[in-house]
């Protein structure tokens, strides 16, 4: 509840200035603290920094990921994710504790009404109003992300846009949840006035992927305008259609901006390569060459930081020691010269070493399969490599499995960053927009999922949809080089020609089987990445067919899919404590996620 979560909040000032250590605790006015643009800044950090700690990015991946099909747990003694896996979803756990995303959003709060007083009371005559539009964006945009988080863990949860200053305040401060739906109208509306205030391009890398520009606003607002289009889908066919256009538009403006930066940098070198002059995505490609091919696009983006293909990713720093503890607690670590499994594993339904195009998970073909696990482990559950290794090889690129080399960070190097918006994230963002529109749009032509007929005009064309498919097609063919189009005329064994590659694939193809596309490449593309859940709560909202859900778009057990048979299920309950700070029964305003009541201890 926001309540608790805002007291922990309080509690959580501790580390950057002598507002952040003292506050709340009534010893000094608050006013004293925000005399200058510089105190604004720290708070600014702050905000940023919440986001990067454990108790926040764990709890990403318990939402997001641990629920999902790509992973197993390995860690058999770890009942708490046992649970969880099973669709066994127990209150009392502290993963469903969200005090420390709230800690984060009243950060935003505090940085949002004191930008607000500075610049209208003149406090710092350094700092004008055009200093503080950008900051307020960030702000808005930051304070976005944490919700959008919550809404799609919980779906309704309390939504606070003010601050709290004290924790008299917030003991007092006994909210009720407000829908998901109405949270991310909420979002919306301050994402599109964020928009324009927000910065174009920060002048140093890491600030320009590690904080909020007008680019990554875009991303972030198209991401929620898909979820917003799923929420509306089956209650208000004509609103879900306009939410899906509004998402391909937001992610084609951020894709037309990162072409031409893509082109501006081409023009600079002398060196670049036909494919890279001519590819229709602003994509790293591969570089082969005689014994390998050096894997550009995991070195850069998980090997290095703050790629070209980054939009929006968490900052990890050396320099602050700050460490990004939850790759290596529950994903995989490095050491003594060989890579060593945490709590969670890889799945074994992704990886195949026989085929080039599965169905369900990486071909033999794919270098995301070396990408996100160490194949070679000698066990038979295979650690988690993405974001561990630096720099990957591929030295047999007809069977990416058998050949290749890497290079580790060790725990207790594990500064790399945690990509949340990339090129990838984009693509598969703006396809998935594009194939639910012309869902609803020829639902509309058969008169189905409509009292009346559709009023709204339709503007994308027959011809998005082949762009789109085009466009996840890009990726899979960047990541399976070997693999051409089965009108090819090269010089190819049969068995690396795949239909998907050819020149008309699409033209006979439809936007449900977009769909299930963009589904399969997310999976394999964002692995790890606390994507997967989220994914599959989002179509179960589209359909109403939670089962369905579960069996065409994933790979659960039977025992799973017989305990998630609500949507209500799909979601998170409440964690215990805070229902005895806020809950109905203590007085409060929060009442337990129905579907998990039983396994609540009275």
């Not at 800044?41 to 108790?55: D, F, L, M, P």
């Not at 033999?364 to 490599?385: A, G, H, Q």
């Amino acid at each position: 509840m926001v309540a608790g979560g805002l007291i922990l909040s309080a509690s959580c000032f501790t580390s950057c200035e002598d507002f952040l250590t003292i506050l709340p605790t009534n010893q000094i006015p608050e006013e004293n603290f925000w005399e200058d643009k510089n105190d604004l800044e720290g708070v600014r950090a702050a905000a940023y920094q919440k986001i990067t700690q454990a108790s926040v990015t764990g709890r990403m991946l318990y939402w997001g990921e641990f629920r999902g099909d790509n992973l197993d747990l390995n860690k058999m003694e770890n009942t708490s994710i046992m649970y969880l896996q099973d669709g066994v979803l127990q209150p009392t756990e502290s993963m469903f504790s969200w005090a420390d995303f709230y800690s984060g959003i009243n950060y935003c709060n505090l940085v949002l009404e004191k930008g607000e007083e500075m610049v209208a009371n003149g406090t710092d005559p350094s700092f004008s109003n055009s200093d503080w539009r950008p900051v307020k964006a960030e702000m808005l945009s930051l304070r976005a992300l944490y919700y959008f988080y919550l809404v799609r863990a919980y779906r309704d949860v309390p939504f606070v846009t003010v601050p709290v200053h004290t924790d008299e305040e917030a003991l007092n401060s006994r909210i009720a949840a407000t829908s998901g739906k109405t949270v991310l109208a909420s979002l919306i509306n301050d994402l599109e006035s964020a928009i324009n205030l927000a910065q174009v391009r920060f002048s140093q890398p890491a600030e320009n992927k590690g904080r909020f520009t007008r680019n990554s606003v875009r991303t972030l607002l198209a991401d929620i305008y898909l979820w917003q289009g799923c929420l509306y889908k089956r209650t208000d066919p004509n609103a879900a259609r306009q939410c899906f256009e509004k998402a391909y538009q937001h992610s084609t403006q951020v894709l037309n901006d990162m072409m031409a930066k893509y082109k501006e940098d081409l023009d600079k070198n002398n060196n670049a390569t036909n494919e890279q002059l001519t590819q229709k995505y602003p994509m790293l490609l591969n570089t082969p060459s005689t014994l390998s091919v050096t894997d550009n696009p995991y070195n850069q983006i998980f090997g290095g930081k703050n790629s070209d293909e980054s939009i929006f990713e968490i900052q990890y720093s050396q320099v602050d020691n700050n460490k990004n503890t939850s790759i290596t607690s529950y994903l995989g670590y490095y050491s003594s010269q060989e890579m060593h499994p945490a709590i969670m594993t890889v799945s074994s339904s992704l990886l195949s070493t026989s085929l080039v195009n599965p169905e369900v998970g990486f071909g033999k073909t794919d270098f995301r399969m070396v990408e996100t696990c160490d194949v070679r482990y000698k066990e038979t559950k295979k650690p988690m490599l993405k974001n561990i290794a630096t720099s990957i090889n591929i030295l047999d690129m007809e069977n990416v499995s058998m050949g290749y080399s890497a290079s580790y960070r060790t725990s207790e190097e594990q500064y790399g960053n945690w990509p949340v918006y990339r090129l990838s994230d984009l693509l598969l963002i703006r396809a998935e927009a594009c194939a639910r529109y012309w869902n609803i749009a020829n639902a509309s032509k058969k008169g189905e999922d409509f009292t009346e007929p559709a009023t709204y005009p339709f503007s994308l064309t027959s011809y998005d949809i082949a762009e789109a498919f085009e466009s996840v097609n890009a990726l899979f063919k960047r990541n399976n080089p070997k693999l051409v189009g089965t009108d090819d005329a090269s010089d190819v064994a049969n068995e690396f020609k795949v239909d998907r590659l050819s020149a008309t694939y699409s033209a006979k193809l439809t936007c449900s089987e977009l769909l299930t596309l963009v589904y399969r490449e997310r999976q394999r593309e964002f692995v790890g990445e606390a994507k997967r859940w989220f994914d599959l709560v989002r179509q179960a909202e589209y359909t109403g067919d939670y089962k369905a859900t579960l069996t065409d778009f994933g790979t659960f057990k039977s025992s799973v899919k017989n305990r998630l048979t609500s949507i209500n299920a799909f979601y998170n309950p409440i964690y215990s404590e805070e229902l005895k700070v806020n809950g109905v029964e203590y007085g409060g305003s929060l009442t337990q996620n129905p579907a998990w009541e039983r396994y609540s201890k009275k």
